[in-house]
Structures are given as structure tokens and as C-alpha cells.
């Protein structure tokens, strides 16, 4: 979530900036995957491999309203663009308030927290001046401890992937009741917000297209996260299971020693996992025209090890973490969801407590690595 703080203090700037996040650790990746990046394009950790956290705030920081509206302007049509400022509401040369209508105007569906040591702001006023409900905006009273921060932008967030979501959903839904011109992808996040495959189904005229009769995985992928029923990421099977069904697919290869992963054993819920492949998979064949490159292995740390690797156009590094936001697309124009990168990260992360990164270069390509446990063979 990348936020705007603009404050003219230097003390209150210097908490603002506690926010961004660490990494939270290093993935040690596994020797003998092809080199695709030079060692001095690498920015840190072996092999260039960044995490994926599972949040992060993105901060850019100024003490003055005019530089700070100017760098606002100049993100307004990125993809990186600001979803958050933070606006002091006593400022030299202008007013948080003031700020606020200037970015409202480029950005409307900014979320807004002002910070302010005085008592004497209307919440009815700044409500009727800005346009804006009284629940999309927020205070922060000086003086105050990071935590206070931090809590106020956790609920910001939450409350922007929630919206973000919603309106996916509410979109699905609209082309589900207009012939069911779909994907199982679009099916998947729609049922899901939805929270019930019943209400779908009357909603859409209480048929069940041919969509949904041949998607059996994809509705038990759905039954699955509704439930939040995990008892299945304890589950074991063979690697090969996972990999089979992408063999022989169309620009996609698979690298593997036979032999090694013969015996090898996952521990996971195979249809998740199956679910968050297809997605890489997916996602860098829509980026590539080139072969994607599906390898895996056993690292050094007996965990099964996977890399999806494409010769695509790369994303740059500052979009690491936000490829995997419900709703994020590098490219306004593209005709995906923005859905695909945060189911993975949302099974990959959350249901099974793996590790996830990734590496790219600009006009070489993208890898994106993840590992699970493994059992020897019975």
C-alpha cells in the first residue's frame, strides 16, 4: 500500500517513516537453477530473490505541500499510484484540507488521515467541504505513538482490499448474469465474495451454466476458503501429482530430475497448490511469448523447492509487493482481473505458511520461487 505523508515537522516525518516494512527474511535459493539475471543486476540476497511480505507499506515522505502534490500528480496515472495520504492539518504555506481537495480531484478514491494537535476541526465541515462521507477519512491526534499509526493504516487497508474486492465481485457477477461469459478464475472470486454458491445461482436465474458443471475443482477450491477449512494443508502427496497435469501443456517445460523427485513427498493440499501453479503459470505466459519454465527440486533445507520462470517483460522492482494486492495491474489496459498473484500469495502465505519471492529484470524476464515441506516416500 503505498501512502503519501506529508507533515512539516521533522520529529512527526521521522515516525512516519517507521512504517516501512523490513524484509522478513532471505530465502536461501537452490543451486542450479539457470542463472537468468547477472550478479550485478542483483539487488540483494542470494540470487536476487526478494520476499513477498504479507504487508507492506510503501511510504514517500515531505515536509512541504507543494513538492508533495507535485510527486501526487506526477503517480496519479501509474500503476504505483498513492491509495493513502496522510495530511497534516496545520501546515506553513496551506492546510491539510486543502491538500486533500487537490489530490481528491486526481485521485477520488484516495483514502485520507489528518493529523492535527488542535480540537477545533468539524468533522461535519471537513465531511461537507471534501464531499466525502464521514467514514472515508480518518484523525490521528498529536501527540502520538507509532502503534496508533500503524493501527489506523491497517485498518485502511483492510478497508481498501475489502472495496476492491466488492467491486470485482459486483463486476463477476454482472457478466456471470449476462451469459455466463466467465472464466473459472472470475467464477472463483465472485462465488467467493459472495460467500455462497446458492445465492449465485439465484441471482443468475437459478440455472447452472455449463461453466460451473465442468469447474468441479474450482467449486471445491470455493467450498474450501469459504469453510476456511485447512485440515487439508496436512495432507501428503507425490510431487509428480502436482506436475503431471501440466505436462505436455503448451510453451510450458518442465524441469525436474525424475529420480530425485521420485520419492518426494509434499505436504499441502494438492488442490490449493495445484490452483496458486496454474496461476504462475498463467500469469507469465500473459506476460511472455516465450516458454515458461516450471523446475523443481529438493534444496539444501529438505524442502521442496519450485521456480516459474518466464522470458517476459519483467516488473520493476518497486512493484514486487503490490503484484500480489487484490486488484493490482501493471497495465490499466490489460483485460485480467488483478486477481490471480494475491490468491497465490493468500495460499501460498496464509493456508500453508511458506515462503514466497521473487526476481525480475526489465525486458529479461520474471522467477517466481516458492517452497513447501516434504515426507520422505512410505
Not at 506529508?6 to 520529529?11: A, I, S
Not at 517513516?17 to 539457470?34: H, I, Q
Not at 497534516?88 to 484540507?97: I, N
Not at 502503534?147 to 465481485?169: C, P, S, T
Amino acid at each position: 500500500m503505498r501512502i503519501l505523508f506529508l507533515d512539516d515537522q521533522p520529529e512527526i516525518l521521522d515516525i512516519f517513516r517507521m512504517v516501512d516494512n523490513p524484509a522478513l527474511f532471505n530465502p536461501k535459493s537452490r543451486p542450479g537453477v539457470e542463472d537468468l539475471f547477472a550478479p550485478d543486476q542483483s539487488t540483494g540476497g542470494d540470487e536476487g530473490f526478494t520476499p513477498v511480505m504479507d504487508i507492506e507499506f510503501k511510504g514517500s515522505y515531505f515536509p512541504g505541500a507543494k513538492d508533495a502534490v507535485t510527486e501526487f500528480r506526477k503517480m496519479a496515472g501509474s500503476p504505483a499510484r498513492y491509495q493513502v495520504a496522510v495530511l497534516d492539518m496545520q501546515l506553513p504555506e496551506s492546510s491539510g484540507l486543502e491538500v486533500a481537495q487537490e489530490l481528491l480531484a486526481l485521485h477520488p478514491e484516495l483514502s485520507l488521515m489528518f493529523v492535527t494537535a488542535y480540537s477545533d476541526w468539524s468533522i461535519h465541515d471537513i465531511s461537507r467541504t471534501l464531499g466525502m462521507e464521514q467514514n472515508q477519512f480518518m484523525f490521528l491526534k498529536k501527540p502520538f505513538e507509532l502503534q496508533e499509526l500503524l493501527q489506523n493504516l491497517l485498518y485502511i487497508r483492510e478497508k481498501i482490499k475489502r472495496e476492491l474486492w466488492e467491486r470485482e465481485a459486483l463486476r463477476n457477477l454482472v457478466n456471470f448474469t449476462r451469459g455466463y461469459k466467465v472464466d473459472s478464475l472470475n467464477l472463483f472470486n465472485t462465488i467467493m465474495e459472495l460467500k455462497t454458491l446458492d445465492l449465485a445461482k439465484t441471482l443468475a436465474g437459478k440455472r447452472i451454466p455449463d461453466l460451473i458443471q465442468k469447474n468441479e475443482k474450482v467449486l471445491e477450491l470455493v467450498e474450501m476458503i469459504l469453510t476456511h477449512d485447512t485440515s487439508r494443508v496436512k495432507n501428503t502427496f507425490p510431487i509428480v501429482d502436482l506436475l503431471k497435469d501440466f505436462q505436455g501443456r503448451e510453451r510450458v517445460a518442465l524441469e525436474y530430475d525424475p529420480t530425485e523427485c521420485h520419492d518426494l513427498v509434499l505436504v499441502g493440499d494438492r488442490n490449493l497448490l495445484h490452483f496458486a501453479l496454474r496461476c504462475l503459470i498463467n500469469n507469465g505466459l500473459d506476460f511472455s511469448n516465450g516458454t515458461v519454465t516450471v523446475s523443481a527440486s529438493r534444496n539444501a533445507q529438505g524442502r521442496a523447492e519450485f521456480v516459474v520462470l518466464d522470458r517476459g517483460i519483467g516488473i520493476k522492482r518497486e512493484y514486487f509487493n503490490e503484484i500480489f494486492e487484490p486488484g493490482f495491474k501493471l497495465s490499466q489496459r490489460s483485460p485480467k482481473a488483478g486477481y490471480g498473484l494475491s490468491l497465490v500469495k493468500r495460499i501460498l502465505l496464509n493456508f500453508h505458511k511458506t515462503e514466497l519471492s521473487i526476481r525480475s529484470t526489465m525486458g529479461e524476464g520474471t522467477a517466481i520461487k516458492f517452497t513447501l515441506p516434504c515426507v520422505p516416500a512410505a
